[in-house]
């Protein structure tokens, strides 16, 4: 152990003598290329040996900030992958493995390991914990900076046209996606664990909940502005295509699209940087479940406070922007969540019956997707679902539903893919299109709605 210590020392004043403080007063270009050979030097020493050495904290730390400002396109993309790779070889949480040829013992059952001196981009601490690592602009960021990447990257989606992109939008988006990265690599093997043995401890430690619980931030804020980088993406996604087909024949515009490498980086990037915008909405929605959880089991206390569940959120903003519904579901589609979100969505439009049972906590017929399907069958019910939401979205809705819950029956997931077989569940999503059609004869079925209906009939014939 303290070989390798000794080893990371040298290794750290090696490449950190590459970016000095001579170094800045040097070219742009001279400039970038030591901070390419720095780069090369440390992934050269950790991840090309059989046995290379944990970067330190410092070396991490100039990767980072290689990252936030690299004013080139090659840095950014290289010091991105390079951080990446070095997460992913030198873990800082991870569970341990367990040889399967051991007999099952209480010393070898499976522990959640975390790496405490280990570097992190987040900085969590008191204010002067927090104060002293903004000295160094290569430091950990705060709750409160991370609201503003996302802030900054609303705008980006927004308002960014082809003709003006630049490197300085490509590294905010990857900025973005490392740092999702790392709340990922820590909050999944904290969630498997947790899971296995409802230790709600393992998540209330993790980065996440600890982002999202800091007084620093505004938390439906910061979801709200989640919601609205992926309602726009698609519209953002179509106009680098259609530079796309500027560049096959520039002659047409020869004014746009005056960088082609850059167009072709921002569409790859903002398809990953819409994966992650997902992933953190699905970590928090997970999260939340867990909060629950431990909550009816008596695990939570006072002080880990109360949040608006991201589900309910989402639903409220969806509600409130209904012209959102569709670029939302056309990115966020992870199907078990997916499914829940649209069922909870649809029952708040649902007529509940005059009386009720003291037993509230029972699940109405209406709680699962073959419930709702059922309301949809019913035309009273009908009716007064599409007074309050239109026939377009209750198509769109349905649609969306019917797919999700295909991805789920074929994961041989249980939950609302056992309630019904599939067979029924197809002959329901055709009665109920044809049902809103009756209802309302001047409908027409929406693509996506054709789509659903074609699968479904082409189902049941293979069935019956």
């Not at 904290?57 to 290289?78: C, P, R, Y």
């Not at 300085?168 to 990857?174: A, D, E, F, N, T």
Request: aromatic share 8%; hydrophobic share 40%; net charge negative.
């Amino acid at each position: 152990m303290e070989h390798q210590r000794i080893r990371s020392r040298e290794m750290e004043v090696n490449t950190m003598a590459m970016l000095d403080a001579s170094g800045f007063n040097k070219a742009d270009q001279d400039l970038n290329d030591d901070r390419n050979a720095f780069l090369e030097a440390v992934r050269s020493a950790s991840l090309v040996p059989d046995h290379g050495v944990a970067p330190t904290k410092k070396m991490f730390e100039a990767v980072f900030q290689i990252l936030k400002d690299g004013n080139s396109l090659e840095l950014i993309i290289a010091s991105y992958q390079l951080l990446h790779e070095l997460d992913e070889h030198f873990p800082r949480v991870y569970v341990s493995k367990v040889e399967s040829s051991k007999l099952p013992s209480s010393s070898n059952v499976p522990e959640l390991i975390v790496v405490e001196e280990a570097w992190s981009p987040f900085m969590f601490g008191s204010d002067s914990e927090r104060h002293n690592a903004n000295k160094n602009s290569g430091q950990s960021l705060d709750s409160a900076v991370f609201h503003t990447l996302i802030q900054d990257l609303a705008e980006v989606s927004v308002a960014t046209k082809i003709e003006e992109l630049d490197t300085k939008s490509l590294g905010i988006m990857l900025l973005f996606q490392y740092l999702v990265s790392v709340l990922e690599r820590d909050f999944i093997p904290r969630y498997a664990m947790c899971k296995e043995n409802m230790n709600w401890n393992l998540l209330r430690e993790s980065l996440l909940n600890m982002l999202l619980g800091s007084r620093r931030i505004n938390y439906k804020g910061l979801v709200k502005d989640c919601l609205s980088i992926m309602f726009e993406i698609s519209g953002a996604c179509n106009d680098i295509r259609h530079c796309s087909k500027l560049q096959e024949n520039p002659a047409k515009e020869p004014s746009k699209c005056y960088d082609y490498a850059v167009a072709i980086s921002f569409s790859e990037v903002q398809k990953h940087m819409c994966l992650a915008m997902q992933k953190l909405l699905l970590m928090a929605i997970e999260l939340d479940s867990s909060k629950k959880k431990a909550d009816v089991l008596g695990l939570t206390t006072r002080a880990d406070g109360l949040r608006t569940p991201v589900v309910e959120l989402i639903q409220d903003e969806l509600s409130y922007n209904r012209d959102a519904l569709s670029p939302f579901f056309q990115v966020f589609n992870e199907p078990e969540w997916k499914l829940e979100i649209i069922v909870q969505y649809l029952q708040k439009y649902i007529s509940k019956p005059s009386v009720r049972t003291r037993q509230s906590s029972v699940p109405t017929d209406d709680a699962t997707f073959d419930g709702i399907l059922k309301c949809f069958l019913d035309t009273n019910r009908a009716k007064n679902i599409t007074k309050k939401i239109t026939s377009e979205v209750a198509q769109l809705l349905l649609a969306h539903a019917f797919q999700a819950y295909l991805s789920l029956s074929s994961q041989h997931l249980d939950g609302d893919v056992r309630d019904s077989s599939l067979v029924d569940i197809c002959k329901d999503i055709i009665s109920a299109f044809t049902n809103l059609k009756r209802i309302d004869k001047h409908m027409e079925i929406l693509p996506f709605g054709k789509e659903a209906l074609f699968t479904a009939a082409t189902i049941l014939s293979t069935k019956s």
